[in-house]
């Protein structure tokens, strides 16, 4: 498929993951790329095999305001316009509520909320131009809650809200505005996790498909978000979650039926 010929994209966390995936999706599918992360190195690997004249590697990070005004402006210099803007660049971190600290609840909603206010604004104008798209990462945590993650709750609640505020402002704009929600996803982030054997035990239990979604899998999502496709998808906070979201939170009860 080639759905994003003559189409611009910013990834953002393109150097790892979901974001990595991401980019090469889209890369496949013939649009020009613009690769952010904090790593360079690791942007420079996410290119590798891709026409060099459709690729921008872009390293900074979305947390700092006058980096993600000069970001799209380079974007729009280079390549003339804005299409799709991913705003995949996210942290969490793991630990009791007593355990979070002023700097701790600060660089998460610096890195998971800021960062999307920033490039949504800074996007905003190109992208009424393109009638373009916005595809936010918030989570399956960004839908309930769970246990140790508070600030990164918190985070993606916000995320999956403002999804749907824009959503509302600009749909009759042109401009769609979609989130899509992952539960467990195998990145270099979870690895320390599923490491975890009563973890993954707890989340083979908790997800009807059995197991982890791969990022290859949550790209392919945004894609069709970002493609005219979907076109008549807006506001959603589409769950990539193997079934998670299905339940009601009750036990399973044909376990212990006879």
Do not use: C
Request: charged letters at 20%; a negative charge; zero cysteines.
């Amino acid at each position: 498929m080639n759905r994003f010929t003559g189409k611009v994209v910013i990834v953002t966390g393109a150097g790892s993951g979901i974001g990595a995936s991401t980019a090469s999706r889209f890369l496949k599918e013939n649009a020009a790329v613009v690769l952010n992360g904090r790593r360079e190195d690791k942007l420079h690997t996410t290119a590798i095999g891709f026409d060099a004249t459709k690729v921008l590697v872009h390293p900074g990070d979305v947390s700092d305001e006058a980096y993600v005004k000069q970001l799209v402006a380079d974007t729009v210099s280079k390549f003339g316009r804005l299409d799709v803007l991913v705003n995949n660049a996210g942290m969490a971190a793991f630990g009791p509520f007593e355990q979070v600290t002023t700097e701790i609840w600060r660089k998460t909603m610096a890195t998971d909320v800021d960062s999307v206010y920033f490039a949504s604004r800074e996007a905003l104008p190109h992208l009424l131009a393109t009638k373009g798209t916005i595809i936010n990462l918030s989570s399956a945590s960004g839908i309930g809650g769970d246990w140790g993650l508070s600030a990164y709750n918190a985070a993606k609640g916000a995320v999956t809200n403002f999804t749907r505020a824009l959503a509302l402002e600009y749909g009759s704009r042109g401009i769609r505005v979609n989130a899509v929600a992952p539960s467990l996803t195998s990145t270099e982030a979870t690895v320390d996790l599923e490491k975890m054997e009563g973890v993954m035990t707890d989340f083979s239990t908790r997800l009807p498909i059995g197991r982890a979604a791969s990022p290859d899998e949550i790209a392919s999502v945004i894609a069709f978000l970002a493609s005219d496709d979907a076109g008549f998808i807006n506001g959603a906070i589409l769950p990539i979650d193997g079934g998670l979201s299905a339940s009601n939170g009750q036990p399973n009860f044909l376990k212990h039926l006879g």
